[in-house]
């Protein structure tokens, strides 16, 4: 079975502009889940996606959004990119809608952002 | 407020046990999960706590006060492989998990 893919692996913008990072959850995942790792802060929930509805959100401005698909794919924009932006962005998946020690998050391998 | 303490860094030599703790508050509470992360790579589930006590898997194990916030990860018998940085992640909701900001281990010969 695949694991969580996502994509772009590495991206550099400049500041003031937008950027789009694609996940695709393990097969049979609805829940998508996105955060934010920087040396500094550890990983920041941003927001988690099930079955097409965003359920919960972090505390980050508005410049950052998402939406997840019919087929469970996920995608998170950032508008008016910002220096502090620069950060690994990793999606989680998970089976059920609440998790637990059978249904764990599975983070794929993040898309390291870097504004300059 | 959303609080999680844990060291930032132990070092233990191969062979040995060592023990990583983690204080928590958060407003709302489903049950904790302890993830590795590799330096570079994609953090992997370790093991999940829900109730009080102690869960045991293999080399490694798990404990869980719910009343004292508190929890900790238990490492036998370790390897080099094991230096990695260890994540103490309350549930609080949902499949929103609260990370900490890790505990870098460093296993010497």
């Known amino acids: 079975k695949a694991g969580v893919t996502q994509t772009p692996r590495y991206l550099i913008k400049t500041r003031g502009q937008q950027v789009t990072l694609s996940c695709s959850p393990i097969s049979g995942h609805r829940s998508v889940s996105w955060y934010q790792q920087t040396p500094g802060q550890g990983l920041q929930f941003l927001f988690e996606?099930?079955?097409?509805?965003?359920?919960n959100k972090g505390n980050f401005p508005g410049r950052f959004s998402g939406r997840q698909f019919s087929n469970s794919r996920s995608e998170m924009n950032v508008s008016t990119l910002e220096l502090g932006d620069s950060a690994l962005y990793l999606c989680?998946?998970?089976?059920?809608?609440?998790?637990?020690?059978?249904?764990?998050?599975?983070f794929g391998n993040g898309t390291r952002l870097t504004v300059t | 407020g959303q609080n999680i303490d844990q060291p930032t860094e132990m070092t233990a030599t191969e062979g040995a046990i060592v023990q990583i703790n983690c204080t928590y508050q958060?407003?709302?509470?489903?049950?904790l999960f302890w993830y590795q992360q590799h330096a570079g790579e994609a953090p992997t589930f370790l093991s999940y706590n829900v109730l009080d006590g102690l869960e045991e898997k293999g080399r490694f194990s798990s404990f869980l006060s719910r009343s004292k916030g508190y929890s900790y990860l238990l490492l036998k018998e370790l390897q080099m492989k094991d230096s990695a940085s260890y994540l103490c992640?309350?549930?609080?909701?949902?499949?929103?998990?609260?990370f900490g900001a890790g505990t870098r281990l460093a296993v010497h010969p």
């Open positions: 958060t407003s709302g509470f489903n049950g």
């Open positions: 996606y099930f079955s097409e509805t965003q359920r």
């Open positions: 989680a998946s998970s089976l059920d809608s609440s998790p637990g020690r059978d249904s764990p998050l599975h």
């Open positions: 992640a309350p549930s609080g909701g949902y499949n929103k998990l609260i």
